[in-house]
């Protein structure tokens, strides 16, 4: 099966899709983490030039982001399905993974596209831990880790995302506000858009994403 999550910063896209990668075996593809790890990699030519945009809450170029989900989608392990993360969150970039997947001639199943209350979002974000070592997410009231700071898959020490600052987040949601309505409207034309319900405790948000996934829709 081929998803795509879509919704705000912090709504919860990260957690659903390690759980989802579970249930439908296929892999969990998140632009952000690939990012991520680029700008940890001393040296790495990708990570010094999406540092900058990643930091400060911007999108990083769409031709960058193209070359790298045509190279990721084109991998072994995704031509079973994958549950993409993070993209597309453009116009241009529905465009690209439309000629991506035409190229490899397949076709989405399913956008999921998660929504909950900002003050919610506020909450989650502020109290987001991740680990910088396997990426597993954690919350300090909600998803606590066994051990206060220490990352209970691997042990590593949890930090704070640097794009988890106020200001950074203000400026995440203003371009998520800005680009979420053309990209959904190009995949409800599609017939294949589901809105889910993120509110509320991880299993009742993953059991909703669950019954949106098995909804029969007919393509236009
Ligand atoms: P990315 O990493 O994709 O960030 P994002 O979309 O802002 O989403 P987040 O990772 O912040 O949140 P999430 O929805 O995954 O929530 P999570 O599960 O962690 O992108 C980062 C940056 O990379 C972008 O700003 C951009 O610069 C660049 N980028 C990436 N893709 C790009 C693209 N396509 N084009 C251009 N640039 C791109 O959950 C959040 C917290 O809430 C956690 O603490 C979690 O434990 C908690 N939580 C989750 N679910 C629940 C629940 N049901 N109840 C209570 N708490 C919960």
């Known amino acids: 099966m081929r998803v795509v999550l879509m919704g705000p910063p912090?709504?919860?896209?990260?957690?659903?899709?390690?759980?989802?990668?579970?249930?439908?075996?296929v892999p969990h593809v998140s632009t952000g983490n690939i990012l991520r790890v680029a700008i940890q990699?001393?040296?790495?030519?990708?990570?010094?030039?999406?540092r900058r945009f990643v930091e400060s809450g911007r999108l990083v170029p769409d031709g960058l982001m193209g070359d790298?989900?045509?190279?990721?989608?084109?991998?072994?392990?995704?031509?079973?399905?994958?549950i993409l993360d993070g993209f597309p969150r453009t116009l241009e970039q529905v465009d690209?993974?439309?000629?991506?997947?035409?190229?490899?001639?397949?076709?989405?199943?399913?956008?999921?596209?998660?929504?909950?209350?900002?003050?919610?979002?506020?909450?989650?974000?502020?109290?987001?831990?991740?680990?910088p070592s396997c990426g597993a997410v954690y919350h300090l009231d909600s998803r606590p880790p066994a051990a206060a700071g220490v990352c209970d898959a691997c042990g590593s020490g949890l930090v704070q995302r640097p794009d988890d600052t106020e200001q950074v987040?203000?400026?995440?949601?203003?371009?998520?506000?800005?680009?979420?309505?053309?990209?959904?409207?190009?995949?409800?034309?599609?017939?294949?858009?589901?809105?889910?319900?993120?509110?509320?405790?991880?299993?009742?948000?993953?059991?909703?994403?669950n019954a949106g996934l098995g909804k029969g829709m007919a393509r236009p």
């Open 96 to 131: 690209i993974l439309d000629g991506v997947l035409g190229r490899l001639g397949l076709e989405l199943d399913r956008v999921l596209m998660l929504k909950v209350p900002e003050a919610e979002i506020v909450r989650r974000l502020s109290g987001r831990r991740t680990c």
């Open 41 to 50: 990699q001393e040296g790495s030519p990708l990570g010094s030039e999406v």
């Open 68 to 82: 790298l989900i045509a190279e990721r989608l084109g991998r072994r392990d995704s031509a079973g399905g994958f």
């Open 169 to 209: 987040i203000r400026e995440r949601m203003k371009i998520y506000t800005a680009q979420r309505l053309p990209v959904a409207q190009a995949y409800r034309a599609k017939g294949i858009l589901v809105e889910v319900d993120g509110f509320g405790e991880v299993d009742a948000v993953s059991a909703r994403l």
């Open 10 to 25: 912090g709504v919860g896209k990260g957690t659903q899709a390690a759980q989802m990668q579970a249930l439908l075996g």
